[in-house]
């Protein structure tokens, strides 16, 4: 008898989902051509953000995409896909086109694939917006991958983004479609649930430095320095004044504050390299071996930092994650791009294949803001092999060097702009992801950047 009534209770689940979701369910009709970017975006904008089950269809012959709601209605949307075929110029998209937002009055949303024409009738809506095309071109990164323009660290500049060019880089692109479609569901009579969100806040630290003087002779050099290099008295003095506590050793000091903040921090270290490597430090050295047990025995979080040589050998990427895990008995599955080098979509793939949770370098190092459009995670596509990964992305919004020694703005100015970054975050019930370095906070520079951080953590 238990065992009827187990099937039963299985059965009428079964036909509750089944009815919910027929209830519910977005049909979206698209042609064949890039079946396979559609889906994920799709996925990711309609089941992933918004919680809404969607199936994706295709219609022999049709030049557009029609999203039909359960009562019949419909949103049609111009089929700019086409441009993400390969060899097809970025040129195609994007014409400095902008579409007044019809349901928030002043909000002009950029136009990356279509046109800003926009029609409403009693049981259709007509948006000229390719909402799919737009919000993949931001997820996907495809720019990077179609630019051969590079910095001198061989990263993809925010100077030659869109976003930058196009003014947007400080907004959550994607989220304002989002915003743009459910309006547009609901003017159509959709009864389905938008899936809820809470804001939260991610701290990540990046340890290129774990400290400023592995040996008494070092402390001399910093004077030195000081003196004789950049022939700054007021420099010299904050050192005499400084020299009982290592200024990188701030780690303590950045667990506690989250801990108060009810938050877990995350410290993404580098593995075992040559000596002569960018930021060297020895894995071995009791001090890091000690500053690890220290970290893991609070609940926080290692991660990991591949090395500036790294982005061009997967061997090295391998070699220091293993190097790395050995020293640490939590399971390393995140991290972080050192020098936030990453080359799209090959670094993704390769965080990929290592059996990485999530990554996320995709933070610009000159400016703060939306590289990806987004401040959710989202699982990432892969431009060249055409496929989801299993790997996820948490943008990066900010990061303290971007603003102190990229932009040379004063700790006033970042931390306005920061707690503005912040609100935008909060909006739209988004995760804060920032990056502050431990060697930023308590040396003759970054000093005066200590409440830049607490706010950051702590005022409301």
């Not at 370095?437 to 200590?450: A, C, E, G, M, T």
């Amino acid at each position: 008898m238990a065992s009827k009534k187990i099937v039963r209770d299985i059965l009428y689940f079964l036909r509750f989902l089944q009815q919910h979701f027929s209830a519910t369910m977005l049909r979206i009709r698209t042609n064949a051509c890039c079946f396979a970017e559609k889906q994920y975006t799709c996925l990711v904008l309609f089941q992933t953000f918004l919680g809404i089950p969607c199936q994706l269809e295709v219609a022999a012959g049709l030049n557009h995409h029609i999203l039909q709601l359960p009562n019949g209605t419909e949103i049609h949307l111009p089929d700019t896909f086409l441009a993400f075929q390969p060899g097809t110029p970025i040129s195609t998209l994007a014409q400095n086109c902008w579409l007044e937002d019809p349901y928030n009055i002043g909000v002009q949303l950029p136009v990356i694939g279509g046109t800003n024409q926009f029609e409403v009738s009693e049981n259709r809506i007509y948006c000229g917006l390719d909402v799919l095309a737009s919000a993949f071109f931001m997820l996907s990164r495809w720019e990077e991958q179609q630019s051969s323009v590079r910095d001198q660290h061989g990263r993809f500049p925010a100077q030659a983004s869109l976003a930058c060019q196009m003014g947007f880089l400080h907004r959550p692109i994607v989220h304002e479609y989002l915003e743009l479609v459910w309006n547009m569901l609901v003017r159509l009579g959709y009864q389905g649930a938008r899936k809820k969100r809470q804001y939260s806040i991610l701290v990540s630290h990046d340890v290129d430095h774990p400290l400023l003087w592995w040996k008494q002779t070092d402390r001399l050099r910093t004077l030195a320095g000081s003196i004789l290099k950049r022939g700054n008295l007021k420099e010299t003095q904050f050192w005499l004044q400084h020299f009982q506590k290592d200024p990188f050793d701030t780690f303590d000091w950045l667990m506690m504050h989250s801990e108060q903040a009810g938050l877990v921090s995350h410290f993404n270290f580098m593995g075992d390299r040559s000596s002569n490597s960018d930021c060297y430090y020895p894995l071995q050295h009791p001090f890091v071996q000690n500053l690890i047990g220290r970290i893991e025995a609070r609940g926080h979080v290692i991660g990991f930092h591949p090395s500036y040589e790294s982005l061009e050998s997967p061997d090295k990427f391998q070699q220091e994650l293993d190097s790395l895990q050995a020293c640490v008995k939590q399971k390393i599955n995140t991290g972080r791009q050192h020098y936030l080098r990453f080359q799209t979509p090959d670094t993704w793939a390769r965080w990929d294949r290592a059996g990485m949770q999530w990554d996320s370098s995709m933070g610009y190092p000159e400016m703060p803001g939306f590289r990806c459009g987004v401040c959710y995670s989202f699982p990432v596509f892969d431009v060249v092999q055409r496929k989801t990964l299993q790997l996820w992305e948490k943008p990066l919004i900010a990061m303290e060097v971007s603003l102190g020694l990229y932009q040379h703005l004063s700790p006033e100015t970042a931390g306005a702009q920061l707690l503005q970054l912040r609100k935008t975050v909060k909006q739209y019930d988004g995760e804060f992801v920032f990056l502050w370095h431990n060697s930023s906070l308590n040396d003759y520079f970054w000093q005066s950047w200590q409440s830049v951080y607490l706010d950051l953590l702590h005022q409301p």
